[in-house]
């Protein structure tokens, strides 16, 4: 499998074609699959979920059809995106297996930082407890969001993936309802008080990624 780390910040559209033409050579057994390491420039992504009065200020940042999974969200500098190309063909066909993994990964790679990431029924993606704020209208404990997950199957491999927030501007979110959940906030690795870097967790991502994905699903 490759690892693909790009420096600086990558057009979305070139990252879309770049999926596209590694999954098809993936299917067609002529490439090795691959986790690809990037940030991308301000913008919000919609996925088949997304519901347009979520899109709260359209004309901040560029808004692209995803055609991934779920609702609408933010990309941006100081956002570790691991765009994942995994035959699933080799992994067993089981999508909710693979979202889980999924899932699994980000909080393994969390728990490198002593973060403790969960999930939620009915919430898509990687939460943290913020004790340190008010209680919700709900009055249930404050969470927020540290990482989003959105995927795309084609003939069994998949690609889109994960986002985690290490230091991006969180104001940047205001522009959509995150995932279409407006009781909690979204939150970033620096915005919790550590000083990590995209570079650490591209070594927590690649540390724990044997953990949870064994080779071609063994």
């Given at each position: 499998?490759?690892?693909?780390?790009?420096?600086?910040?990558?057009?979305?559209?070139?990252?879309?074609?770049?999926?596209?033409?590694?999954?098809?050579a993936?299917?067609?057994?002529?490439?090795?699959?691959?986790?690809?390491?990037?940030?991308?420039?301000?913008?919000?992504?919609?996925?088949?979920?997304?519901?347009?009065?979520?899109?709260?200020?359209?004309?901040?940042?560029?808004?692209?059809?995803?055609?991934?999974?779920?609702e609408?969200?933010?990309?941006?500098?100081g956002?570790?995106?691991?765009?994942?190309?995994?035959?699933?063909?080799?992994?067993?066909?089981?999508?909710?297996?693979?979202?889980?993994?999924?899932?699994?990964?980000?909080?393994?790679?969390?728990?490198?930082?002593?973060?403790?990431?969960?999930i939620?029924?009915?919430?898509v993606?990687?939460?943290?407890?913020?004790?340190?704020?008010?209680?919700?209208?709900?009055?249930?404990?404050?969470?927020?969001?540290?990482?989003?997950?959105?995927?795309?199957?084609?003939?069994?491999?998949?690609?889109?993936?994960?986002?985690?927030?290490?230091?991006?501007?969180?104001?940047?979110?205001?522009?959509?309802?995150?995932c279409?959940?407006?009781?909690?906030?979204?939150?970033?690795?620096?915005?919790?008080?550590?000083?990590?870097?995209?570079?650490?967790?591209?070594?927590?991502?690649?540390?724990?990624?044997?953990?949870?994905?064994?080779?071609?699903g063994?």
């Amino acid at each position: 499998m490759e690892w693909k780390i790009t420096d600086g910040l990558t057009d979305y559209n070139d990252a879309v074609a770049f999926m596209e033409a590694r999954v098809a050579a993936i299917a067609a057994g002529e490439a090795d699959e691959c986790v690809w390491l990037l940030e991308h420039p301000p913008l919000y992504t919609a996925g088949t979920s997304a519901r347009i009065e979520d899109l709260t200020n359209p004309d901040r940042f560029p808004v692209f059809e995803a055609k991934r999974g779920g609702e609408y969200t933010y990309h941006g500098p100081g956002q570790r995106v691991a765009y994942v190309m995994l035959d699933l063909n080799k992994r067993g066909k089981d999508v909710r297996r693979f979202v889980k993994q999924l899932e699994e990964w980000v909080i393994a790679a969390l728990a490198e930082f002593n973060v403790h990431g969960e999930i939620r029924d009915g919430r898509v993606g990687v939460w943290v407890r913020r004790n340190d704020k008010p209680l919700t209208p709900s009055g249930q404990p404050a969470e927020d969001k540290v990482a989003a997950i959105g995927l795309r199957l084609r003939k069994w491999v998949s690609f889109h993936g994960i986002s985690i927030n290490v230091e991006p501007d969180l104001e940047h979110f205001s522009g959509i309802v995150p995932c279409g959940i407006t009781e909690h906030g979204v939150t970033s690795l620096v915005d919790l008080g550590l000083p990590v870097t995209l570079v650490d967790v591209d070594t927590a991502l690649r540390k724990t990624f044997s953990e949870v994905f064994a080779p071609n699903g063994g």
